[in-house]
């Protein structure tokens, strides 16, 4: 059990929805970080939040859309959702941002299916 | 950019046969690496990292991997597989982005353990 809790663990949706996806990283781990896996692409980097703040963006779409709140959770939106956004959405947690070093500590992740 | 490169998405080993997953990396600078394991229906978790304080790193369950310059290589290995050791691996390199340090992934290897 890494510690980050991820929910929901499976979702299946329409075309055109929208979705959040949950995430509570470890106790005292500031540092969120979103990736998407899929067969096509692999593991991609989405997007950082650090205690409250956007730290980096990756390869996330203008229809995705995250933040990280005062308690340090972290929801990740998806609009507009497209057959091609079916993925496993991965939540990671790390103490800080800043280390070169550090340890992603990642959930479950939650499986999104769009029909 | 830094990238790295997993070399075939699929490793077939026999129980007790040294196992050997290669990765290697492009970087401008001298580079943070690692290896992450996923189980099935399990999120990433770290099996070993380099950070230049040796060149080979041990990591969990019997795992190592070496740090060659010259290659620009970080290959993982395994004297003696075991049945529990099949399941995906990835090779990662941390690349700075707004001040923060985010982890790229290689398309990762899945790893075949036959009895």
Same mark, same amino acid.
């Given at each position: 059990?890494?510690?980050?809790?991820?929910?929901?663990?499976?979702?299946?949706?329409?075309?055109?929805?929208?979705?959040?996806?949950?995430?509570?990283?470890?106790?005292?781990?500031?540092?969120?970080?979103?990736?998407?896996?899929?067969?096509?692409?692999?593991?991609?980097?989405?997007?950082?939040?650090?205690?409250?703040?956007?730290?980096?963006?990756?390869?996330?779409?203008?229809?995705?859309?995250?933040?990280?709140?005062?308690?340090?959770?972290?929801?990740?939106?998806?609009?507009?959702?497209?057959?091609?956004?079916?993925?496993?959405?991965?939540?990671?947690?790390?103490?800080?941002?800043?280390?070169?070093?550090?340890?992603?500590?990642?959930?479950?992740?939650?499986?999104?299916?769009?029909? | 950019?830094?990238?790295?490169?997993?070399?075939?998405?699929?490793?077939?080993? *026999? @129980?007790?046969?040294?196992? $050997?997953?290669?990765?290697?990396?492009?970087? #401008?600078?001298?580079?943070?690496? %690692?290896?992450? !394991?996923?189980?099935?229906?399990?999120?990433?978790?770290?099996?070993?990292?380099?950070?230049?304080?040796?060149?080979?790193?041990?990591?969990?369950?019997?795992?190592?991997?070496?740090?060659?310059? *010259? @290659?620009?290589?970080?290959? $993982?290995?395994?004297?003696?597989?075991?049945? #529990?050791?099949?399941?995906?691996? %990835?090779?990662? !390199?941390?690349?700075?982005?707004?001040?923060?340090?985010?982890?790229?992934?290689?398309?990762?290897?899945?790893?075949?353990?036959?009895?």
């Amino acid at each position: 059990d890494s510690g980050v809790t991820q929910t929901p663990k499976h979702l299946i949706t329409a075309t055109g929805q929208r979705v959040t996806l949950r995430c509570s990283p470890r106790s005292g781990d500031l540092s969120v970080y979103w990736y998407q896996q899929s067969l096509d692409q692999g593991l991609q980097f989405l997007i950082q939040y650090y205690n409250g703040e956007e730290r980096a963006k990756g390869n996330i779409l203008e229809r995705f859309s995250a933040q990280q709140f005062p308690d340090l959770h972290s929801e990740l939106n998806l609009s507009s959702l497209e057959l091609g956004d079916s993925a496993l959405y991965f939540c990671a947690s790390s103490v800080g941002g800043l280390a070169p070093t550090g340890e992603l500590f990642f959930g479950e992740g939650s499986r999104l299916t769009v029909l | 950019a830094q990238s790295v490169t997993q070399l075939g998405s699929h490793v077939s080993v *026999s @129980e007790g046969a040294l196992v $050997l997953l290669r990765c290697n990396y492009s970087s #401008s600078v001298p580079p943070y690496l %690692f290896w992450y !394991v996923q189980y099935p229906n399990q999120g990433l978790q770290l099996l070993l990292k380099y950070t230049s304080a040796a060149t080979l790193v041990k990591g969990i369950n019997g795992f190592e991997a070496e740090f060659k310059k *010259s @290659e620009t290589s970080f290959h $993982l290995t395994k004297p003696s597989a075991h049945m #529990s050791d099949a399941a995906e691996y %990835f090779c990662a !390199v941390s690349y700075t982005s707004g001040g923060s340090y985010i982890p790229t992934f290689g398309r990762g290897t899945s790893l075949i353990v036959h009895p």
